[in-house]
């Protein structure tokens, strides 16, 4: 409805000349820009689309009349929007205009070192390119040159040589504007004016990345990419970011096989031309060292040891054949691969034991999913309307940090409201000047039912809500309520793919309810079987609970790190006790108890999709062409095969196109019955309630070996409320020491705002990993004192 | 002595002009009462009507900047005074600031009213301790006589001593805390100026001769200078002359005539060049002796009015050495925001520097022509402008003496023989 009201306003043309043609461009549309729909090229280097005009470096120069009225000299055409009757003469045409851009250009080069055989940007150099297009050839300034120390580090993975830098603000206003962490700018004055950091307060942005990516020179690059290859030696790939559920457009670099970088690709629906530092820069994980490369198959003298592919597949079918069964997908699955996981439980093992969640679950959120978030489609673009998003159990920055930007823009550039239910302050909701309701741990629910939405509102909710009881139930009571359009927005990239195809107990692919006979024919005709399992499938947790009780003899597990489940020990004794086929791409924890382990292909070495938060489908390519490793799916199907009940998935666009033509669920979905919320326990001296939520720099397995994005983490830091630093006898800094029955965790304390009765740890970071040491995260009571 | 017209520089003279007795013992702070009392766009009018300019150097009519600031926008508004003045030559709103204070704090109460403005910032460079202490210590005074504080406050900041602080957008960003730069415009101070509130930034001199024109009325004020250059004005004269100082006359009188005034050039000597308006306008020669120092006129003759800071340089002095200076003075302030004035100006000291030294060429000479071309009306605002009116004006007189340089293999002057002790050091 909204959008036929918005295509209804018509956009106001302006027609203007530019070296002698017309073009109608929207008004407001900056001189620059309606040139490039012409095809015309002005030169520039501080010009940038996302960024608010600056004018700084003079590059773009042209000369412009209006209504027959000449500015007397050459105005930079990426600081004026274009009006009637205007006439812009170009380089092309005005002598005047191709003079002082070549000038400028003359004064540009300068001062630049002849770095170009050993700069990382030699080739793809916005500077090289407009020297050899608008420059002269040869130069006259023959003087001495400024010189600088090279490079310095302005953080663990940003390095700046200045010498080379055109100075043109862009990583300066990238980081003001867009992130809102202005942690670099612009010192000293004259030509040795340089970027600069606060000497106490390194480049810690966790989108740093973009100012390397947008530097028209090589004055910023980053650490684990200087001088490894020349651009014109790489082949590149376009691929989707495998770290998170914001569903960033990537550029995949590789040169003989191995990944080199990555790149921000440029999606203005979903991430315009950013991406955070993690997906840029974790991606080591795909080469280290221990990757599993040979199926392992458990001897009988309970050794695991390389195995034939043939053997392998005959030891994990002799292992499942017969036996009751479960699958547990993990969060990181590709669409293709969650439909093959779903299929084979369903077909393969006869089941609807399957969870993709390997984390904090409840059946809530489960009913939550089913009823409510499978085939829905909340947007980007939804945020960009919205005029108020409520943030439940989801702090954008840590977990989602392109929905972050996307709030972000939409807060600086509208002043969009945006409310925080949470425990803790943060320094996003601190960017967003969000208004932060306060809650003790559990107790959310009751404050997001007061909270003023309308039809026009967001609700942005984070997996995290299920680990409140009655959390999606209220989320769900404010939407029914309001009439606002409900987000979830799970952390994991895979994890929204999965729901679709069905790698859920109660969920058949294409989001249909598995409690629902007509839904079971649809997918059972599809798929040429009898029939599809009536009963519906256990949870993650309860599957584990069943391994435990013997209530199930076998389970396949995919990316799954035990650690992340919330009763880890529990876990790992339970899939010990089970029959455990293993899918990975490096030894974990669960391939240290499994039966047979299967090596699977990483995100770069296969091609297949994630659906994002949104559902918007996030297609890849294999960026490393001549992988060995294959993709789940195809190695699903082949044990499917062992097994005498096949998937026939024979590879990734075979799945893709089987998904695919099974189509949406248009029937009834399942109804939600509402939970009740329970009460934040009672604290008293010592005691409080512990939450905690991840980082988006962490301990996590998919940015090891990246030890230069590891310098940017942020501390690791407990928080507590004055009135209990108070009451302990703490400052910050101070080191504090949480423990339950099952462990402690002691390292140094920060003051915030957090709720009186809570205590905040990061859930998996260096020295604090919850689950682990305490198998805790929210909710729980734990004691807190001085260390 | 009948030329000068002195009305800003009336008192000097007395050993306590500065203070607040001797201000009101002449009249001062009547004018304010009377404009407090008039409909603000009466008073707007009336410095429209009385034709005064902008005296920081473009000449923007006065009353209509105040007429920009929209009205009944519900938004504070912001006077912003400049006295950043740090050009080489300038030096007339320091005397003025040391000598009368006053003057200033009442024009900042007749302009605040005039632009419903409840508080004016003099934005002062911070190395002129002593005008700081003094302009402080009689907007103390003003608040205790209760000129200031009755619904008009006056805040004193002081600088850093950048030049570049002096461009008016980038003494607002200097104002609000951040690296002095300009601001791409628009918006406009006008619209978005300080905290992107509608601001006027007026010059020192501006609005210290709004009390007069409330006083004796705006025909009065017409009735002083030329066709299009109302009123009087301080022409700053420094270097070879008698009796150098600030010199108050109705705008349009020409250098001839101050210098007579002033005791004629460095006895014994002639004039070689001069700057009409501080080291940023082109200079001129003893051609231009006739010209009428008015915007007008010295504008036909190729330079600029600017702050009519008359820099007077006789036959002893280099003019390549007095143009190297002054670059890299450029080169020492430029703020670096923009490509043309940060590099252009680093190169223009090399080349020069060379030409001093008789090691260029004279093909130098075109090429520090053509770089002058190429950052002359590129750069982001007049900073880069200014760096290159000394070179280009220089060479359009004075090319055989750059040549002379060549063919001399160094500089043919006596350095010696421009200082004010050449005559101490030849007895």
Known sequence: MTTTQESAVAVEMITVVIDGFEVSVPKGTLVIRAAEKLGIQIPRFCDHPLLDPVGACRQCLVDIEINGRAFPKPQASCTIPVEPNMIVKTQLTSPVADKAQKGVMELLLGNHPLDCPVCDKGGECPLQNQAMSNGHAQTRLDGYKRLFEKPINISSQVLLDRERCVLCARCTRFSDQIASDPFITLNERGALQQVGIYEKDPFKSYFSGNTVQICPVGALTGASYRFRARPFDLVSTPSACEHCASGCDMRTDVRRGKTLRRLAGDDPSVNEEWNCDKGRWAFKYVTATDRLTQPLVRNSAGELVTASWPEALAAAAAGLKGKRAAVLTGGRVTLEDAYGYSKFARVALGTNDIDYRARITSDEEREFLAAFVAGSSTTYRDIDSADHVLLVAFEPEEESPIVFLRLNKNFKKRGLKVTAVATKQSIAMDKLKADFIKVAPLSEPAAVANIALTGKSIILVGERASESAGLFSAVAALAAKTGAKVGYIPRRAGERGALEAGALGTVLPGGRPVSDAAARVDIAAAWGVENIPTQPGRSSSDILAALTRSELDAVVVGGVDAHDLPESSAALAALKKAFVVSLEIAPSSVTAVADVVLPVAAVTEKSGSFLNWEGRARGFDAAVADSLHRSDVRILSMLADALGNPISLASVSAAAREFSQLGKWDGARISFTPVSATSSPAVSGDQAILTSWRRLLDMGTLQRGEDNLAGTRRPTVAVISPKRANQIGISSGQQLRISNSHGSITIPVLVEDIHDDAVWIPRNSFASQALVALEAAHGQVVTVVKA | ?427
């Open chain 2, 1 to 427: 002595m009948s030329k000068l017209t002195p009305v800003l520089s009336a008192h000097w003279d007395e050993k306590d002009s500065f203070t607040i007795e001797a201000y009101t013992r002449h009249g001062g702070y009547a004018a304010s009462k009377k404009a407090l009392a008039m409909d603000p766009d009466a008073v707007i009018q009336m410095v429209k009507d009385s034709g005064l300019r902008g005296r920081g150097g473009a000449g923007f009519p006065t009353g209509m900047k105040w007429g920009f600031i929209p009205q009944g926008d519900n938004k504070e508004h912001y006077l912003v005074v400049n006295a950043d003045e740090s050009e080489p030559g300038t030096c007339k709103d320091t005397p003025l600031l040391m000598a009368n204070p006053h003057v200033l704090i009442e024009g900042c109460i007749i302009a605040c009213h005039a632009i419903r403005a409840k508080r004016a910032f003099i934005y002062i460079r911070g190395e002129v301790t002593h005008v700081v202490r003094r302009v402080n210590a009689a907007i103390a005074d003003a608040y205790k006589a209760g000129h200031l504080g009755n619904g008009i406050d006056v805040t004193l900041h002081i600088g850093a001593g950048a030049y570049i602080c002096g461009e008016e957008t980038a003494l607002l960003d200097s104002l609000e805390g951040f690296r002095g730069q300009p601001r791409l415009r628009p918006p406009f101070p006008a619209i978005a100026g300080l905290y992107a509130r509608p601001t006027v930034v007026n010059n020192v001199e501006s609005i210290a001769s709004v009390p007069a024109i409330i006083a004796n009325g705006a025909e009065w004020y017409q009735s002083f200078g030329t066709e299009k250059s109302k009123g009087m004005t301080l022409y700053s004269l420094s270097g070879h002359v008698n009796n150098p100082g600030q010199f108050e006359a109705p705008l349009g009188i020409t250098l001839r005539e101050i210098l007579e005034l002033a005791g004629g050039i460095r006895t014994g000597h002639t004039l070689k060049f001069w700057t009409p308006g501080g080291s940023s306008t082109p200079i001129f020669t003893d051609a231009h002796l006739d010209t009428p120092l008015d915007y007008e006129g010295v504008s036909a003759a190729g330079s600029m009015l600017g702050t009519k800071a008359l820099q007077i340089f006789d036959e002893t002095t280099c003019v390549v050495r007095a143009v190297l200076r002054w670059t890299e003075f450029y080169k020492h302030e430029s703020c670096g925001k923009c490509t043309p004035c940060r590099e252009g100006t680093w190169w223009l000291v090399q080349i020069l520097r060379d030409l001093e030294n008789g090691t260029g060429t004279e093909a130098d000479l075109d090429k520090l022509l053509d770089l002058c071309d190429n950052i002359m009306g590129r750069s982001f605002c007049a900073l880069g402008d200014g760096a290159t009116s000394p070179i280009t004006s220089s060479i359009k007189y004075f090319r055989d003496e750059y040549i002379a340089h060549l063919t001399n293999g160094g500089c043919p002057f006596d350095p010696v023989k421009s200082t004010l002790f050449a005559g101490a050091l030849n007895s």
